[in-house]
Structures are given as C-alpha cells and as structure tokens.
C-alpha cells in the first residue's frame, strides 16, 4: 500500500489508521465521478458537510486537499485523468 509522503509517519506512529487514507481518494473519486463538472470548493464544501476528516483529522478541507486526493485517486485507477483535467481548466469562483 503506498501512503501519502507526508502523512506515513501518522500511521507509523498509531495516530492514524491506514485505512482512513485508502477511503479518502474513494470518497473523493465517488463525489467527483457522480458530478464531474464540480469544482474543488464544490467538493471541498461536501466533505465537510458529510463530516469527512482530512489526511490529519481535521474537519475543515482546503481545496489544494482535494486536488491531491483527485490526483491520487487517479494514480490508483479510481478516476479518469480527464476528469482531473477538466477540473483544472476551471476558472476558480
């Protein structure tokens, strides 16, 4: 299983499940992949509503978050790297 760089010590060190960063770029892939004309603060703003937890247990997301998760999930075959694409190209709001 490959961790995120900056987070391995987390879980090394039993402050955080490994599971949760295997979930994080599913949920993110599911959010993007049933509206893939969302926008990062769009999907930033769902995560919080659904009470989601950052890579390091917060509970308020950033955008540049997600954008790592959508990369990741699509490293890991969970999104089309088109999807990834159109999102960039998006004019921030």
Not at 14 to 42: C, E, H, W, Y
Not at 58 to 63: E, V
Request: charged share 20%.
């Amino acid at each position: 299983m490959k961790l995120y760089s900056g987070h391995s010590f987390l879980v090394r060190d039993g402050f955080l499940p490994a599971a949760v960063l295997d979930r994080l770029p599913a949920i993110v892939a599911v959010i993007k992949s049933a509206n893939p004309d969302m926008t990062l603060q769009a999907i930033h703003t769902r995560l919080e509503s659904m009470r989601v937890q950052t890579p390091c247990g917060r509970t308020s997301w950033q955008p540049s978050s997600v954008q790592m998760l959508l990369e990741l999930a699509e490293r890991l075959d969970m999104i089309q790297e088109t999807q990834i694409r159109a999102l960039k190209a998006k004019p921030p709001m």
